[in-house]
């Protein structure tokens, strides 16, 4: 990505994050609040995990999941949950 103060700008001007759940996530603390987070879990992680959530109302920021993929992921009910954050 660059610099970190590249990345923080970067984070800093997002409106809607779309990620797997993992320590990337974690810079969802230079977001906005009343940004948009969308974290994907996969099988191998447990419904325990609700770090992502808690910093997100932490933040003031949306938090959205369209639930738990196997090994690969439905595109076509995560653009639908993208879509239903972008209207």
């Not at 996530?25 to 992502?52: C, K, W």
């Not at 003031?60 to 972008?86: M, Q, R, V």
Request: glycine residues 8%; contains cysteine.
């Amino acid at each position: 990505m660059g610099t970190f103060k590249e990345t923080v700008e970067t984070f800093e001007r997002l409106t809607v994050l779309v990620g797997v759940h993992g320590a990337g996530l974690a810079n969802v603390i230079h977001m906005q609040p009343g940004t948009h987070l969308v974290e994907i879990f996969m099988a191998d992680r447990s419904e325990a995990n609700r770090h992502y959530f808690n910093m997100c109302k932490w933040l003031g920021i949306n938090y959205h999941t369209p639930g738990y993929f196997s090994d690969t992921i439905d595109s076509a009910l995560l653009w639908s949950e993208i879509e239903k954050i972008i209207s």
